[in-house]
């Protein structure tokens, strides 16, 4: 695999939702910041859809997010609408070079079959809660069996292999430098060996991310703090796979009033719902933007009129309260 581009040329920046249901303004606002840091700097802007959870995607999903952005006055130069050099644009579509990757990792030991399931490893005594509430830590079960046999065993129970990145072998530091926060250490008791491609063949998020940012070529990502613990092992799997990482930079989230945090699963205020009240881009552009600092409360712009000077450094590091309600 190539390296990002980190030579000083154009930046490329994207925005990555996942398809599973409507556009709330956290996402929005998200959108609306990796926008306008790509916008500001000049670069390439990417949409990726992230719908490798064919459960819970949809074409009228991946359709509704489109139509919002465009509708936010959110423009891309690459993506599944309009292609380009590194498609396709869709997660869905980049299977072939998921399996690559793996198989590259297992070529070069930086990863391993397991043949345990979920409930295994939360039954394993030796396994403590992750940090970040991301389960139970696995155990290391697998990590030094042969391959066949750990193949043979998950045949035997009815079930196909995972494949886990070998994170606790890595002597590499857990802790980086984000764009907005400095130093952080989101994971103090160090990597894990956490899934590459699950027993239904399907990528992983971690690895599905790294390679399509290596393959586009992505220089910057700007993401929610809820994606922080994931860096780690992100950065991990760049120098696994011998590529630059982009830098990181990742935004506060947006609350719902009562400081609970935005989840699709709770169905909170959309997009499409602020639309259909007649509430306009503007409207709702402005309340996103001064959620960040960029703006005071009540003002109504277009995205276009925030580019200008923008610097990711002018926008708040706390999460804030927005009450989709009050737009009208």
Not at 32 to 47: F, I, S, Y
């Amino acid at each position: 695999m190539t390296g990002n581009q980190r030579d000083g040329s154009t930046m490329r920046g994207r925005f990555a939702p996942s398809p599973t249901g409507a556009m709330h303004l956290g996402n929005a606002r998200t959108a609306l910041l990796a926008w306008l840091a790509c916008r500001a700097a000049e670069g390439t802007m990417v949409l990726r859809l992230e719908d490798l959870d064919a459960a819970r995607a949809s074409a009228a999903a991946s359709e509704g997010l489109l139509d919002d952005l465009r509708f936010l006055g959110l423009d891309w130069d690459e993506g599944p609408d309009r292609g380009g050099p590194h498609g396709p644009y869709c997660q869905s579509e980049r299977t072939p070079l998921y399996q690559a990757a793996v198989e590259r990792l297992l070529a070069s030991h930086d990863a391993f079959f397991c043949a345990c399931s979920r409930a295994d490893v939360a039954r394993a005594s030796s396994a403590p809660h992750g940090e970040g509430g991301d389960g139970p830590r696995y155990p290391g079960t697998c990590r030094s069996r042969a391959a066949g046999d750990v193949i043979v065993q998950a045949a035997r129970l009815g079930r196909r292999p995972t494949v886990r990145f070998r994170g606790q072998d890595r002597a590499l530091p857990t802790s980086f430098v984000d764009g907005l926060h400095g130093e952080v250490d989101p994971l103090p008791a160090g990597l894990d060996d956490f899934v590459l491609c699950k027993a239904d063949g399907v990528a992983a998020y971690q690895l599905a991310v790294v390679v399509d940012d290596i393959a586009m070529q992505v220089s910057d990502v700007v993401r929610g703090d809820d994606l922080l613990s994931s860096t780690p092992r992100q950065l991990a799997l760049f120098a696994a796979l011998g590529a630059a990482p982009p830098r990181f930079h990742h935004v506060p989230l947006v609350l719902a009033p009562g400081r609970e945090r935005l989840a699709k699963r709770t169905r909170p205020p959309s997009i499409a719902d602020l639309r259909s009240r007649g509430v306009t881009a503007e409207v709702i552009v402005g309340a996103l933007a001064a959620s960040a600092g960029l703006v005071p409360a009540g003002v109504a712009l277009p995205a276009s009129a925030l580019v200008s000077g923008f610097e990711l450094a002018q926008i708040s590091r706390h999460p804030v309260e927005l009450d989709a309600t009050s737009l009208g």
